[in-house]
């Protein structure tokens, strides 16, 4: 069965894209811990993240970290904050979370809620930013 990752692969389900490439895609967290939170993914539908090849792997830590440096250019923020968790959907995915204390960062705390308008502005912004330096 399809994760809820690879049906918006797939685009069967809309997101909030911030990055994409032949073996990725980044777009925001629709319950984001902080603005901006974003999730990176690789296309291959891999459920535990220590389970991916060496070389792909790589490579999605590499594009997290460009998704990382134009979040943290538009998103004001003192560090870009990553987290591997791997419980809430099978399918390896990263958090990318603009942080200024630890606090930002706590996945327990009360999720906050954007407008349709609101994602949509914050991603093309955060898109804009990635392919003008990528």
Sequence with gaps: MSSIFSKIIAGEIPCYKVAENDQFIAFLDISPVAKGHTLVIPKTEIDYIFDIENSLYSELFLFAKQ???????????????????GLDVPHSHIHLVPISQIQDINFEQERL??????????????????????
């Excluded at 349709?116 to 898109?127: D, G, K, R, V, Y």
């Design 67 to 85: 998704v990382a440096i134009a979040l943290k250019k538009a998103v004001p923020c003192t560090k870009v904050g990553v987290s591997v968790i």
């Design 113 to 134: 809620h954007f407008s349709i308008e609101e994602f949509n502005q914050l991603s093309n912004h955060i898109s804009s930013i990635y392919k003008n330096l990528f």
